[in-house]
């Protein structure tokens, strides 16, 4: 039978948040007023304002979700709750090392962060989970949960249980 699992990595962004979502709602209030009343000029720079708006959110206000269908590890990036977009596939099976983040330090990885800052660490394991694609070594900063590092484990028991030994070592 196929192993499924999904983690999702969120904060609490508060006011903040929604905040920024009333302004930019007020922004394009605006730039209609200002259309109809101050002229072409003050709505086209409201509508700047609103898109810079909304990129400066887009980039500010993630979440992460990792799906583990059967060895395909799936991460998804939420941009401000509204578009989803995967940045990276992974099949477990093909992980080439795991590495703590504390123990990182390898210059020819490049790196994909797909963890949050500023979460509740106590219930995580941020790791690095480095495959290869091509010619190329990319890691992935991921923040697992206790039974996702599990699963992962049953999948790829050689390469996850050789990650703890080389912690326990050090």
């Given at each position: 039978?196929?192993?499924?699992?999904?983690?999702?990595?969120?904060?609490?962004?508060?006011?903040?948040?929604?905040?920024?979502?009333?302004?930019?709602?007020?922004?394009?209030?605006?730039?209609?007023?200002?259309?109809?009343?101050?002229?072409?000029?003050?709505?086209?720079?409201?509508?700047?304002?609103?898109?810079?708006?909304?990129?400066?959110?887009?980039?500010?206000?993630?979440?992460?979700?990792?799906?583990?269908?059967?060895?395909?590890?799936?991460?998804?990036?939420?941009?401000?709750?509204?578009?989803?977009?995967?940045?990276?596939?992974?099949?477990?099976?093909?992980?080439?090392?795991?590495?703590?983040?504390?123990?990182?330090?390898?210059?020819?990885?490049?790196?994909?962060?797909?963890?949050?800052?500023?979460?509740?660490?106590?219930?995580?394991?941020?790791?690095?989970?480095?495959?290869?694609?091509?010619?190329?070594?990319?890691?992935?900063?991921?923040?697992?949960?206790?039974?996702?590092?599990?699963?992962?484990?049953?999948?790829?028991?050689?390469i996850f249980n050789k990650h703890i030994e080389?912690?326990?070592?050090?």
């Amino acid at each position: 039978m196929g192993v499924f699992y999904e983690q999702f990595l969120t904060k609490d962004y508060g006011y903040k948040q929604k905040s920024f979502e009333s302004i930019q709602q007020a922004l394009l209030v605006l730039a209609i007023l200002n259309g109809i009343f101050m002229g072409i000029i003050w709505a086209l720079l409201t509508i700047g304002v609103y898109f810079l708006m909304f990129f400066i959110g887009r980039n500010k206000f993630l979440e992460f979700e990792y799906e583990l269908t059967d060895s395909d590890l799936v991460i998804s990036k939420i941009m401000n709750k509204k578009s989803r977009k995967i940045i990276g596939n992974i099949d477990i099976k093909n992980i080439v090392e795991v590495v703590s983040l504390n123990n990182f330090n390898r210059n020819d990885v490049k790196i994909i962060n797909a963890s949050l800052k500023g979460i509740n660490k106590n219930d995580l394991n941020e790791k690095i989970l480095i495959v290869r694609k091509d010619l190329n070594l990319i890691g992935y900063k991921i923040a697992m949960d206790k039974k996702l590092y599990e699963i992962c484990t049953k999948i790829n028991p050689i390469i996850f249980n050789k990650h703890i030994e080389n912690n326990f070592r050090r």
